[in-house]
């Protein structure tokens, strides 16, 4: 099905299940410990051994020798494979580095070699007797020193300028030039990169935990340098990526090494302190930000300029791109920057690009709104557009920001903020913060599959994931409603290679993609369910499990009686996305309490109020937001990896020192989502919220904080040593 034109009315529309707060269906399933995650199955071809993998100890240099005689020799071991043995190793499409280290080192803990033992503490012992000597380069680690010669970025990232932004930021009769830095940050997900693999024949079966199945077995063909019709990746539950898990990782390679090595399955979990640097993170940023106005609030200059670092051949992170659209402004720039650096790989981490550019932008948009003596709320209000700002001529497909913070503040009694350091409750300095949220929405095509069996169980089929989202619940949702059976009817399988291709989980595409392109399959069953039952031309209604055309009527599952029905069909999108410029929007409002003799901060309440097209299962959607701001709370306050900048490696890399958000840290949060459907989008006229409950958070965080205090702090986290020795001058 191709979708070039908005959508109409259709079966959706009844919203008979769709839209309603649902429970999520694969629930029973998890808390009773049914549900098998990627290290957890069974179904496998012989007794599984266990890996254990080995990082380098160097951020870069060359392995002059490595000695594994030891390791080989010790109790249990199977097999011990390293760059040596382990065959032509190739790079796969979204990987920056390699993922098996060896001569070349690229960064810390890059693996270099997996033990395979009969158990994991046999081959995590064995792994500590590999003797390994390196010959240590020196790197660039340090984003600051590196950032006077960075270059800027090219194709999609490099920099836009419309107007005349330096004569109009010059003539400014209130101007703001500030800079803002943001660290270096992990997605400490629940679950650990964990994979099991195993080889029958030339065929490679891997159990995974990868939000992009297709993409995840792509890669690995590639990295193996196998066909790609030889390689399933079954992936059915996912404890959180966060966007870690978007691309191939180490320990599906080096599990597939070792089961290759071993001759029969292998499991390999990446321990928690290697995760942060063996994989991925979101890189830190520094970040310029000049806003020039009229003395009425009226932004006649805007601009935005961040840089970020990577491995050679990596990308930036794209924390300009909500500034090109977020507000409006005739004269405006943006650049980013791209440095190399010999750190671990810089990636996707949840709302890439606007999660850290909102959370310089909306502190400079507060602090410009104090320059001005004017409402933060009002003058996000006054600057608002409906029009791509860039490129006028180009709406947006529903924007309601003005709405979104309208509403917020009064339900969240803006109306009561005081001026800094005026609210104390004891010990405590109270105050109020407001940030807008922005994510744009993204569009994948996406297929899948349906069944419809002789007893009216209709079966869905698709290799989407769910990581935690209610992915299994929205499917079951538009199939039930598509079909009008109950949700007891419908079967959802997600997460197997063998499956049709789906949109995968990441980029807050996930829900509204994969449902379109269910959607799609679904209509084609109906269309296959009236040509077998015969009812003839007209328009036809499925309810209770019947169809009715006309006057005429019949259960659905008689169609299937001489045996199964089965289509598939996908979803394509056409170029509305490009007529229209397609976006959520929200609004972030935070009290905070600083202990005004320690500094520390408390968050009291929160509330996000969400514009994002129609919400698919409000159940889902709020849990969803609500881990958002939870984690947009931990990178304003706690969340950062430090750098050791002599050797060029991240220090806290596990949950004792890489410190986050637990429910106890905040008493009170409020979703609000609007009443809204986009029919520019697809036909379930929806978007996606997973990223933008996280967009603005930060910065919300760090308004109340000054709101309370009268100190501004512009690098995160907010930390009680970046403001405890200026409280003084405001108590």
């Known amino acids: 099905m191709k979708f070039d034109t908005p959508a109409g009315t259709n079966p959706i529309d009844r919203m008979k299940v769709v839209g309603k707060p649902t429970t999520r269906i694969d629930g029973p399933l998890k808390v009773t410990g049914h549900a098998p995650y990627a290290y957890e199955h069974q179904e ?45 190793i190739a790079k796969g499409n979204f990987n920056t580095a390699m993922l098996l280290g060896g001569p070349k080192i690229q960064h810390y803990h890059q693996a270099i070699a997996v033990v395979v033992a009969e158990t994991f503490e046999q081959a995590r012992s064995a792994a500590a007797l590999i003797d390994v000597d390196y010959a240590r380069d020196g790197g660039a680690f340090d984003l600051a020193a590196a950032k006077v010669d960075a270059p800027d970025a090219t ?43 195993a080889w029958e024949g030339d065929k490679l079966t891997v159990w995974s935990a990868n939000q992009m199945v297709a993409w995840g077995a792509g890669d690995l063909a590639r990295t193996l340098q196998i066909p790609p019709e030889n390689v399933r990746l079954i992936a059915p539950y996912i404890g959180g990526g966060f966007g870690g898990k978007l691309f191939l990782r180490s320990d599906v390679l080096m599990a597939s090494l070792g089961a290759k090595a071993a001759k029969r399955p292998v499991k390999v979990a990446l321990p928690r302190p290697f995760m942060g640097n063996n994989t ?11 806003l020039g106005a009229t003395k009425d609030g009226k932004l006649t200059a805007i601009g935005h300029e961040s840089w970020s670092g990577d ?7 794209s924390a300009t791109q909500q500034t090109k659209l977020l507000y409006a402004g005739a004269n405006r720039m943006t650049a980013l920057r791209l440095a190399v650096l010999d750190l671990p790989e810089a990636n996707a981490m949840r709302a890439p690009g606007e999660a850290p550019g909102l959370m310089a932008l909306e ?15 009002k003058l996000r209000v006054i600057n608002d557009t409906q029009v791509d700002p860039e490129k006028p001529e180009r709406p947006f497909s529903q924007r309601n ?6 509403e917020g503040a009064e339900r969240f009694g803006w109306a009561r903020r005081k001026a800094p350091g005026q609210v104390q409750d004891g010990r405590w300095l109270i105050g109020m913060g407001v940030a807008a949220a922005f994510r744009n929405n993204l569009n994948m095509k996406s297929g899948a599959r349906v069944r419809l069996s002789p007893s009216g169980q209709v079966t869905v089929e698709t290799d989407m994931t769910d990581i935690g989202t209610g992915t299994y619940t929205i499917m079951a949702q538009t199939a039930a409603e598509m079909l009008g059976v109950p949700l007891a009817k419908v079967t959802v399988k997600l997460g197997d290679s063998s499956f049709p291709v789906s949109a995968g989980s990441g980029g807050q595409w996930g829900a509204n993609s994969s449902t379109a392109g269910l959607y799609a399959a679904c209509v084609k069953l109906r269309e296959a369910i009236v040509s077998k039952l015969g009812l003839g031309p007209g328009e036809a209604v499925f309810e209770n499990g019947q169809v009715h055309v006309g006057n005429r009527v019949a259960d659905i599952a008689a169609a299937a009686k001489g045996g199964e029905i089965v289509v598939e069909d996908s979803i394509e999108f056409g170029d509305l996305g490009k007529k229209f ?11 905070v309490a600083v202990d005004r003799y320690t500094g520390e901060t408390r968050v009291r309440r929160m509330l996000a109020v969400c514009a994002a097209g129609r919400i698919l299962n409000p159940t889902a959607a709020r849990s969803q937001v609500i881990g958002a701001m939870t984690m947009g709370v931990g990178g304003a306050l706690m969340e950062e990896l430090a750098v050791d900048k002599r050797f060029g490696f991240f220090v806290n890399h596990d949950l004792a020192g890489y410190e986050v958000p637990v429910h106890a840290d905040i008493p009170h949060q409020e ?26 958070v930060g910065a919300a965080v760090a308004n109340a904080i000054y709101n309370a205090t009268g100190v501004r702090v512009r690098d995160y986290p907010i930390t009680l040593d970046k403001h405890l020795d200026k409280l003084g001058e405001v108590v």
């Not at 836009?160 to 803002?180: E, K, R, S």
């Open 401 to 406: 920001l003005v709405r979104c913070l309208e």
């Open 44 to 88: 496998l071809p012989g007794k599984p051994a266990y890996g254990y993998v080995v990082g380098s100890a160097v951020a870069k240099g060359t392995i002059r020798s490595m000695d594994t005689s030891r390791a080989e020799r010790a109790p249990g071991v199977v097999a011990v494979v390293t760059h040596r043995n382990a065959g032509k």
């Open 581 to 591: 410029q397609q976006s959520t929007f929200g609004a972030h409002f935070v009290e």
């Open 155 to 197: 194709g999609s990232d490099a920099p836009t300028a419309v107007g005349d932004f330096a004569g109009a930021f010059a003539a400014a009769p209130v101007q703001l030039d500030q800079m803002y830095t943001t660290p270096d940050q992990s997605h400490a997900m629940m679950e650990p990169h964990a994979t099991i693999a």
């Open 363 to 377: 502190i400079a948009v507060d602090e410009l709104a104090e320059k001005l003596g004017m409402d933060p709320v």
């Open 671 to 696: 979703v609000v989502f609007l009443d809204e459907a986009d029919d520019k989008v697809s036909p379930m006229k929806a978007k996606g919220v997973g990223e933008l409950g996280l967009c603005g």
């Open 280 to 290: 991925t993170h979101r890189p830190a940023t520094i970040q310029r930000i000049r």
């Open 311 to 317: 491995l050679e051949g990596g990308g930036p992170e």
